[in-house]
């Protein structure tokens, strides 16, 4: 069975920096992509960033230049570094996986999410 474990939420002033990492394990055959998604308060959940397999990034328009995605493939982790957070960017943070369980049946898992609050 494939879990994510999201790690790294909490409260920050505005400006100011976290880092949020998700661990996943379990056996895939192939794993597509990654990706950081957010749902703040009363509006629908929306991509922050992903990475896929080969490396390509893609990013929010609202977080691009302050939030970078990244990946450890040793250690079967992702992280979002985010800088200059604003009072926008309160939610609970999900990381979520997109792969192949085996040849032909794809696997989407999500993690259980973590709470950011930015405010002073």
């Known amino acids: 069975q494939v879990q994510l474990v999201e790690s790294g939420g909490g409260l920050v002033q505005p400006g100011g920096s976290l880092r949020l990492s998700c661990a996943a394990s379990?056996?895939?055959?192939?794993?597509?992509?990654m990706g950081w998604y957010r749902q703040a308060p009363g509006k629908q959940r929306e991509l922050v960033a992903g990475?896929?397999?080969?490396?390509?990034?893609n990013y929010a328009d609202s977080v691009k230049g302050r939030f970078t995605i990244s990946r450890d493939n040793a250690k079967n982790t992702v992280y979002l570094q985010m800088n200059s957070l604003t009072p926008e960017d309160t939610a609970v943070y999900y990381c979520r996986l997109d792969a192949m369980y085996d040849p032909y049946r794809p696997l989407e898992v999500w993690g259980q999410g973590t709470l950011v609050t930015v405010s002073s």
């Open positions: 990475v896929r397999s080969g490396g390509t990034t």
């Open positions: 379990g056996s895939i055959f192939r794993l597509n992509a």
